[in-house]
């Protein structure tokens, strides 16, 4: 209990500290209308790629269940808003032969899509086999061999330990390795794509206005991240579930990095623990589950299209002219 408590007050830390992030130069953001045009879902692995395995189910199949509910709700509650899937069956269009050509599949799709917010939806492991795993340990120790050989060796016994992991965590992409998101920005700029601002115009990346413009969108980016992790976590720990928080991977995330738009992986739960995934693959479950995700998004919508300071407004207005050191 205590922990969770803890855990409340760290995140409404990190979402004050988050909303302190970017604070515009003129202090003025214009107030924007439904800034959440298109949202990308990303349903984890597919076809041969099966993710994790828990005693009863698959990761790639929780993901897509829970995936597809998600944008049922989304387009239930706010029909103004585009859902786009990267695959909506088991596997992604055109079967891709490897796993990254699937995930470039998946960063161009959101990409072409001119998506407003990348979700990929996952299952966890903790590395060991699902319900129980063997561990050695030494009981004893017993004496080996004769004459000058002989020594002494452990004597070891098998014993297996449930797995106890549970609990959920949303990724936001590494900061120091979004050049890879610099490069996702760098293609939609020169795409023409507004990238929900109200002007729309190309520009040449090779002026230093261009290349400043873009860092402004990769530090909005990785500030919406942040927060809209933090509110999804949030909400899964007011639904009573245990949360690892917000997190970066260090190797970073391929899919994350090659999005240019605000994008988390949110870690659904621990297939390996057995209680976790039969609450994975019920309904219930699954409709709790999304029922966070939306009203973190609600939360999310309301403080972009509040004006807030990470709101996704043109990141010129952050910029006063002239002022592009
Ligand atoms: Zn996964």
Not at 169 to 176: E, F, I, N, R
Not at 204 to 215: C, F, K, V
Not at 226 to 240: M, N, P, R, S
Request: glycine share 10%.
């Amino acid at each position: 209990m205590m922990k969770k408590r803890t855990a409340i007050l760290l995140l409404s830390a990190i979402i004050c500290s988050i909303t302190s992030f970017i604070k515009p130069a003129t202090g003025v953001i214009p107030r924007q209308k439904s800034v959440l045009k298109t949202i990308i879902i990303d349903p984890g692995h597919g076809g041969f790629d099966n993710g994790t395995h828990g005693l009863i189910s698959k990761e790639k199949d929780i993901a897509l269940a829970i995936s597809l509910k998600l944008g049922k709700a989304i387009e239930d509650q706010f029909p103004e808003i585009r859902i786009v899937y990267t695959r909506t069956t088991d596997i992604i269009p055109g079967n891709m032969p490897t796993l990254k050509e699937g995930l470039r599949y998946r960063a161009d799709l959101a990409n072409r899509s001119h998506g407003d917010l990348f979700i990929c939806i996952h299952g966890n492991s903790d590395g060991h086999t699902a319900g129980e795993y063997a561990v050695k340990r030494v009981i004893g120790h017993k004496t080996a061999r004769k004459g000058k050989r002989r020594r002494r060796v452990p004597i070891y016994e098998t014993y297996y330990v449930k797995n106890t992991r549970i609990g959920t965590g949303t990724y936001v992409w590494k900061a120091d390795r979004s050049g890879f998101k610099g490069d996702a920005i760098k293609q939609r700029e020169e795409s023409g794509d507004d990238m929900g601002d109200s002007t729309n115009t190309a520009f040449d990346m090779s002026t230093p206005e261009a290349r400043i413009r873009a860092q402004l969108y990769e530090k909005k980016f990785f500030a919406n991240s942040a927060l809209f992790a933090t509110l999804v976590e949030t909400e899964f720990i007011k639904a009573g579930r245990h949360s690892d928080g917000v997190m970066q991977r260090n190797e970073g995330i391929k899919v994350l990095q090659a999005t240019g738009m605000p994008s988390v992986l949110i870690e659904t739960g621990f297939l390996t623990n057995k209680e976790e995934e039969e609450y994975l693959n019920s309904e219930p479950g699954q409709d709790q589950i999304v029922e966070n995700i939306v009203s973190a998004l609600k939360r999310y919508k309301e403080m972009l299209e509040g004006g807030s300071p990470q709101g996704n407004a043109n990141p010129d207005s952050t910029v006063t002219p002239g002022q592009t050191k």
